[in-house]
């Protein structure tokens, strides 16, 4: 590994590091300054009864001073103790264990919708004929401004009357099962992203159909198919994969939307769900996760930049 | 084209009808498809055939009919009327959010391009910060906090959206303030403040434009999603997102024009508002990348 | 966002618009019908096959906790009902029998209630049932440090105590009739002690389980998923037939409309209208409809404004017209109540007859009369009015009920505001003024699980009331109410409870829109349990089996 590595990771690392804590801070504190007594949430809706209240509080900290509940949720969290759900009175890591899988199979069935199809859309718009590429971006630019929840409703009018190619509701189980069951969601939630990335790729492909070393390449005599693979889509997958990453960074919260739609028991219902009824320990603790897979994945897609344009790595910070 | 009558150009507006003449056919449709939209809003009251929240027993999932162009959903209620009364909703919740994230990005973009060092550094590190929180989170988080309702989704978003606009404009602010005439007008003395308003904002106008209007149709889409999951507007108030999750049950039951016909509106809307954003943006040479 | 400038782009999208428009209008049916009303049941056929396994379905989502104390809801009382049982049982009309107490007798004038148990019944670990966990388990209801739900029912119990090997004795600082029907719900339930003091906080949550003596017995939680039961084949009354079961959790319409009618649901209690409605048309499995203590009503949250006066609910009450209400909220799953105590609170106690006698000859305002109501409304001066009406959030039947009181209201002059609450903050209002203030009226769906028409009259019609926020006081209504329940004679309970309630009933302090059905799907197939709402508190699946066709 050369030095211009090292630092390059290094930096990476470093920054995502500081982003979560501080970003852990900013959730914890959100949450603690929220209007309304937690102790009461925990109680359950009924008579709240003062010698209950003081032992909840006792039991979850609520009267410690604030630095000392974020110092032990922090620790909880690097040691794998997320707390205590207000809502179900079990761990929250047994609620986000039994949720997590769906969530993660759902977000990477979404993403290689968005990559797989996206990409290929956007260079047959850009390569193949006019029709193809008006087709393509009328259905594009329609897709663009569907929101998840929009294409999902769509989904359901069609597969719950007439057309039963897949289940309209559920999580499914094995891995077939659940796959079959996640279609759907996926489609709803990949279909905004994936018509962006489609725009993206077709033009950053238009951009390199026309470059100089394309043009070297060609009159060198070399086939198109070739030259398609080898220069044009090389030099532009750079920006179609930055688009791709902060695309497949943005499913995680879209997740909230496509499993409430669908009736999917993952981390994003859990957390629609957490949110309606104040359970601040689970509340907490998905945002958390959402936001360090957003970041995560976003320093994912800048290594892989690298990987490919290795200038990349001797970037100083931001312009 | 030198510096100064670059700057020269770029403040002459054209006439609105030489600029609807410019527009392609589709263009020209979208804007007359959104105005009809806001006019629609704008004029609810007057226009609505019935009112939106009176139920009607016997009426209810009635087809199209004379009272009832698109029908009535399961209580009865009037379905244009509702559509119309929702998008008042539907329209000014990112409205809000583009009147407070506009001023707010503006101020942010500016006291970091002028003052540049430490200062420059703190806004930076804190949008960068704030760039890790999807919108929907930040806006779910809150309604967690603050209960469902109207404002605290939209308080959310307008603080997810202002990093975006602050980050775009900084650089476009950086590249102005290094102008020579920016120079030539200090050392004439003129305070920073006048030179901000006077010059430097509206070279800045096109770009505020064009992420406002981006703004926007991501503001729709989040809100709209944000009152379908029921965190945002409650049922029965007439709003698109609302609509849509109302009327969910009822698709299962083989009546899915309710929530149908609210999605549509609102994916047509955003449509709308993206291709009048893409237009304005290649007239203003502002190119993807810098979005 | 791109640009497209071609024409043939333009006709596209156009083309592809209308297309989607003309596929919605295409779907516009009149599915607002109501559906075929079948004649209501408190059970089905008791099953005779065994069947290996079945899916039942939770409409309301995913159960907070299994441990009989803290069960308050749909899908907790459905779950835990069949594992844990209670001293007394609760048959599908609502009658209490013999249950784990063979005989649950009143002495000393009601001061009190000697309770034998039923002997040779052992829990799921083999381990017997006593008297020593009879006394634990009252007990540890009866504690309000547990944060159990049913402390209230203890007011007046001074001592629970073990008086021989299978006989624990109650005593009472006044006799209390409905004690007794209490103990045919949770406030009745038997757990192991020694297990229940091993697991503690973490008993009835997905790591801690139960031990109880029901026909059931726990098997596992997966949290998000299911709850699993399988046959407990040394149930002391009875066999079940039903090797498994697994409870799905559904809190969706759509989703459980569409398991149950794809026939991945075996079966499921407490339908929504919508997915009921959905599912009549369908041949894979039969609706069933039940008598229910459940129903649709709105009363005063505040001691002041319109919302306390009598007149104006009144008004409101002669206004709304029940009857559409019935057909187009509740699509004909629903019954005209003219009072907030169902029927069927008292339909199974002995003196039925003279509850049923009062119930007759209360009005019925099932047709609406609006100039009374208008001079009601001027009379207490409130016209031009706006009132604040709470509903809870997520409820479609409530949201649609709401707008239908709203749209009553404002043809007699009185705007209603609707405030939707989300669960949390809703329950708070129930025990907190600050909670209440700003607001008139809370519109809800409430019930009782256990029968006894002193459950919700005392809460509403004394002075301290714990649901009684207009202030309203009526010294006879006390003393009556007080004299129903301070006896242990049926029928001296009856005729002291009818005339106290021929006085409140007039104050309207709820006003009672409709009795809803109890709605049970069950699959080709399948059959036996109780249509009746008896499945709140008894093990429902006891009698559940196939049909052999």
Redesign the interface.
């Known amino acids: 590994m050369t030095l211009a590595w090292a630092g390059f990771l290094g930096r990476k690392v470093g920054v995502l590091v500081v982003t979560l804590l501080i970003a852990s801070l900013a959730i914890f504190l959100c949450l603690y300054l929220a209007p309304g007594d937690p102790a009461t949430v925990i109680a359950g809706g009924t008579k709240p009864n003062p010698a209950v209240l003081a032992h909840i509080r006792l039991e979850y900290h609520l009267d410690d001073p604030w630095w000392q509940q974020y110092l032990r949720w922090l620790k909880g969290v690097v040691t794998g103790d997320m707390g205590t759900s207000f809502v179900y009175h079990t761990s929250v890591a047994s609620l986000l264990r039994a949720r997590a899988f769906s969530t993660a199979l759902l977000v990477m069935y979404a993403g290689a919708i968005i990559v797989g199809v996206g990409v290929a859309a956007g260079v047959m718009s850009s390569l193949r004929g006019r029709f193809a590429r008006t087709i393509i971006n009328v259905a594009t630019t329609i897709a663009m401004g569907a929101p998840t929840f929009v294409v999902a409703v769509v989904l359901i009018t069609i597969f719950s009357t007439g057309l039963s190619w897949f289940p309209i509701y559920g999580s499914g189980s094995g891995l077939l099962g659940r796959l079959d069951h996640l279609t759907l969601p996926a489609i709803a939630l990949s279909l905004s992203f994936l018509a962006y990335v489609a725009s993206i790729t077709r033009a950053a492909v238009d951009e390199e159909k026309s470059a100089e070393h394309v043009d070297t390449a060609r009159s060198r005599g070399l086939r198109e198919r070739l030259i398609t693979r080898r220069h044009v889509l090389r030099n532009a997958a750079a920006p179609i994969l930055t688009v791709s990453g902060i695309s497949v960074a943005g499913l995680f919260s879209g997740t909230a939307v496509a499993e409430q739609a669908f009736g999917v028991q993952g981390l994003g219902s859990l957390l629609v769900d957490a949110a309606a009824k104040k359970d601040l320990a689970v509340v907490q603790m998905i945002s958390l996760l959402m936001v360090a897979a957003f970041v995560i994945v976003n320093v994912l897609v800048d290594t892989i930049n690298a990987v490919l344009d290795p200038r990349l790595t001797m970037e100083r910070g931001r312009a | 084209m030198t510096e100064l009558s670059k700057v020269a150009v770029r403040k002459r507006q054209p006439l609105l009808l030489r600029r609807f003449a410019t527009m392609t056919p589709l263009i020209r449709i979208a804007s007359a498809v959104l105005l009809l939209i806001v006019l629609a809003a704008v004029l609810a009251p007057l226009i609505a055939p019935h009112d939106p929240t009176t139920p009607n027993a016997l009426d209810s999932f009635g087809g199209p009919s004379g009272s009832h162009l698109l029908g009535a959903d399961a209580s009865g209620r009037d379905l244009l009327s509702r559509l119309i009364y929702g998008a008042r909703l539907s329209l000014a919740g990112p409205a809000v959010v583009v009147l407070l994230m506009v001023p707010v990005g503006v101020l942010l973009a500016l006291l970091a391009a002028w003052r540049g060092g430490i200062t420059d550094g703190v806004i930076s590190r804190v949008i960068d910060i704030l760039f890790a929180f999807p919108g929907l989170i930040l806006a779910i988080v809150a309604v967690a906090m603050f209960g469902a309702g109207f404002w605290a989704p939209v308080i959310a978003l307008t603080v997810s959206y202002v990093p975006v606009l602050a980050r775009v404009l900084r650089s476009v602010a950086l590249k102005e303030r290094n102008l020579p005439y920016v120079a030539a007008l200090q050392v004439q003395g003129v305070s920073a403040i006048r030179i901000a308003v006077r010059h430097l904002i509206p070279n800045l106008l096109p770009m505020i434009t064009v992420q406002a209007g981006v703004a926007f149709g991501y503001a729709m889409l989040d809100l709209a999603a944000i009152s379908y999951l029921g965190l945002g507007l409650q049922p029965p108030t007439a709003d698109w997102g609302v609509m849509v999750s109302e009327g969910q049950s009822s698709v299962i039951e083989g009546f899915p024009q309710e929530s149908l016909y609210a999605a549509v509106m609102v994916l047509v809307t955003v449509v709308c508002i993206n291709l009048i954003g893409g237009w304005f943006a290649e007239r203003h040479d502002i190119s993807e990348a810098d979005l | 966002?791109?640009?497209?400038?071609?024409?043939?782009?333009?006709r596209?999208?156009a083309l592809?618009?209308a297309a989607?428009?003309g596929l919605?209008?295409c779907?516009?049916?009149?599915?607002?019908s109501t559906i075929k009303k079948s004649a209501l049941r408190t059970t089905t056929p008791a099953g005779t096959q065994s069947v290996a396994a079945v899916t039942w379905g939770l409409p309301d989502?995913?159960p907070?906790?299994i441990d009989p104390i803290?069960v308050?809801a749909s899908s907790e009382m459905t779950v835990s009902s069949n594992m844990c049982e209670n001293l007394l049982a609760l048959q599908p009309d609502f009658s209490v029998e013999p249950g784990l107490a063979t005989s649950a007798n009143w002495s000393h004038g009601g001061k009190t209630l000697t309770l034998d148990i039923h002997p040779g019944v052992k829990f799921w670990d083999g381990k017997p049932l006593t008297a020593d966990d009879v006394v634990y388990s009252l007990q540890r209801t009866a504690n309000?440090?547990t944060?159990s739900?049913y402390t209230?029912a203890f007011a007046h119990v001074t001592s629970i105590a073990k008086t021989g090997p299978l006989q624990v004795t109650l005593s009472l600082d006044a006799p209390d009739y409905q004690l007794r029907n209490a103990l045919a719900g949770a406030t009745g339930n038997v757990v192991e002690k020694a297990y229940a003091e091993k697991q503690g906080?973490k008993f009835g949550?997905?790591?801690g389980g139960l031990m109880c003596t029901g026909p059931y017995k726990f098997v596992s939680w997966?949290?998000?998923?299911s709850i699993t039961m399988v046959a407990n084949h040394d149930y002391w009354n009875g066999t079940p037939k039903v090797e498994k079961i697994t409870f799905?959790?559904?809190?969706?319409?759509?989703?459980?409309?569409?398991?149950l009618r794809?026939g991945?649901i075996d079966g499921a209690y407490d339908l929504?209208i919508?997915?009921a409605?959905?599912l009549s048309k369908s041949k894979v499995g039969t609706i069933y409809r039940g008598p229910s203590t459940s129903s649709l009503s709105f009363g005063p949250t505040s001691t002041t404004g319109p919302g306390a006066d009598p007149r104006v609910r009144t008004a409101l009450d002669l206004a709304i017209?029940k009857q559409?209400?019935i057909?187009?909220?509740l699509r004909g799953l629903g019954t005209i109540q003219r009072t907030f105590t169902a029927p069927l609170a008292w339909s199974g106690d002995p003196a039925a007859a003279t509850y049923r006698a009062a119930y007759d000859a209360l009005p019925a305002d099932d047709t609406p009369n609006l100039t009374e109501a208008r001079k009601l409304v001027k009379e207490a001066g409130a016209e031009g009015k706006t009132l604040v009406m709470v509903i809870p959030?997520?409820s479609?039947t409530e949201?649609?009920a709401?707008?239908?009181v709203?749209?009553a209201a404002?043809k007699i002059g009185i705007t209603i505001k609707?405030r939707?609450l989300?669960?949390?903050?809703?329950?708070?209002l129930?025990?907190?003024p600050q909670a209440r203030s700003g607001t008139d009226f809370v519109l809800t769906i409430g019930y009782q699980e256990v029968p006894g028409p002193l459950y919700y009259a005392p809460e509403f019609a004394t002075k301290d009331g714990?649901y009684n926020w207009s202030g309203y006081q009526n010294d006879q209504v006390t003393k009556l109410l007080n004299a129903a329940r301070s006896t242990t004679d049926p029928e001296v309970s009856a005729k002291n409870f009818n005339q106290a309630q021929t006085i409140f009933n007039s104050a309207r302090l709820q006003v009672t829109l409709a009795g809803l059905d109890s709605l049970l799907y069950l699959k080709k197939g399948l059959t036996g349990a109780p249509a009746s709402v008896a499945y709140y508190s008894s093990p429902w699946a006891l009698h559940l089996g196939g049909t052999g066709k």
């Open positions: 966002m791109r640009n497209i400038r071609n024409t043939t782009t333009v596209l999208a592809a618009v989607a428009v919605t209008a779907g516009a049916g009149s599915s607002g989502g995913e907070t906790s803290l308050g309000p440090k944060g739900y209230d906080k949550t997905v790591a997966k949290s998000g998923d799905r959790f559904l809190g969706d319409v759509s989703t459980l409309t569409s398991a794809a991945t929504p919508a997915a409605v959905a017209d559409a209400l057909k187009s909220v959030a997520g479609t949201t649609q709401a707008t239908l709203q749209a404002k609707l939707t989300q669960p949390t903050p809703f329950s708070a129930f025990y907190s714990l």
